[in-house]
């Protein structure tokens, strides 16, 4: 018959080591498992926190619509207020044009259109849908800062390239409209960015807050939302690799940009200071779409037209 192992036995010894180590071992893994999912929580938190810090959140597309909310209505709004024969910014015009040839007429179309286009992006992006109300307010300090930096460029350029004398009006603002038999002058900097398809020579205040608005607007749909990326697409598909073709396209863009504010019969006399301006402001912007999103883009060059305008 079997007797019972004696624990000082050296038999006993030899079975029970096995079965401690593989405790231990279990122990072990158990206790580098819990400390791996703790790492990966903390790792997965601190990527949340990164995620939705300001920078990443503002250039959202989502969170682009919601900036730039205020100015669709701003402009939409107003010309309805002001009839809609009233004067339009020359970039709302175009796209207009292209939806009326295409058989789109409706009038809040292109409003719609750049509202589920911003939705779209922000779908293929993959990104979370949210919005945080406080990124607002530090997106329209950021858009402030930046115009004024573009103002401080503005200044930088003319002081490196001083203005011909016929271009420097009575009161030494600078006027593209100084060398025209009108009545009025309106300075260099008003025009700078803006491209202008009005039919009357004086705007009243409310007017030209409007037009600013849709300056910010659907110039930065044009140029920047729809051309930028349709450019770089056809670049690459010439072979030109990815950085260079979206480098070419910011440059092509910015040029196509600057001669749009000469087309048409209200467009401003072609001269080459006030085409280097806006060909580097065009870069500018392209700048701040690729690397901070539409919204930053629109805002600023919005807030820079009514920076100029009124100050």
């Keep these: 018959m079997n007797e019972p192992m004696d624990e000082h036995n050296p038999d006993f010894d030899t079975f029970q080591d096995p079965l401690l180590r593989h405790a231990e071992l279990d122990d072990s893994f158990d206790s580098e498992s819990v400390k791996s999912e703790e790492s990966t929580e903390s790792t997965e938190s601190s990527g949340i926190v990164q995620a939705d810090s300001y920078w990443s959140i503002s250039r959202m597309p989502l969170t682009s619509l919601v900036f730039t909310l205020p100015l669709v209505l701003a402009y939409e709004g107003g010309v309805l207020l002001m009839g809609r024969s009233s004067p339009r910014n020359g970039a709302d015009v175009w796209l207009r044009q292209l939806l009326d040839s295409m058989g ?11 509202i589920l286009g911003l939705l779209a992006w922000h779908h293929v992006e993959h990104d979370r849908w949210f919005f945080r109300p406080h990124v607002f307010f530090g997106m329209l300090l950021e858009c402030l800062l930046l115009a004024f930096l573009l103002v401080a460029v503005a200044r930088l350029q003319q ?38 398809v009005e039919n009357e020579p004086q705007r009243g205040i ?13 110039e930065e749909v044009l140029f920047r939302l729809l051309f930028l990326p349709i450019f770089a697409w056809i670049l690459m598909r010439i072979g030109l690799r990815s950085d260079g073709a979206w480098m070419w396209s910011c440059l092509l863009t910015s040029l196509l940009f ?17 085409f280097t301006f806006r060909t580097v402001a065009g870069i500018f912007f392209s700048t701040l779409f690729l690397s901070r999103g539409f919204g930053i883009a629109a805002g600023s060059h919005a807030a820079y037209d009514m920076i100029v305008g009124f100050l």
Excluded at 162 to 180: K, M, N
């Design 159 to 196: 002081s490196l390239w001083p203005v011909s004398p016929e271009l420097i009006d009575t009161q030494g603002a600078i006027s593209v409209h100084a060398a025209r038999p009108l009545p009025h002058r309106l300075p260099f900097a008003e025009r700078l960015l803006t491209v202008a």
């Design 104 to 114: 789109f007429g409706d009038y809040f179309l292109l409003p719609t259109l750049t």
């Design 258 to 274: 600057s001669t749009a504010h000469y087309i048409g019969p209200m467009g401003d006399s072609f001269d080459l200071y006030s």
């Design 206 to 218: 409310f007017s030209r807050v409007v037009g600013f608005c849709g300056a910010g607007l659907y």
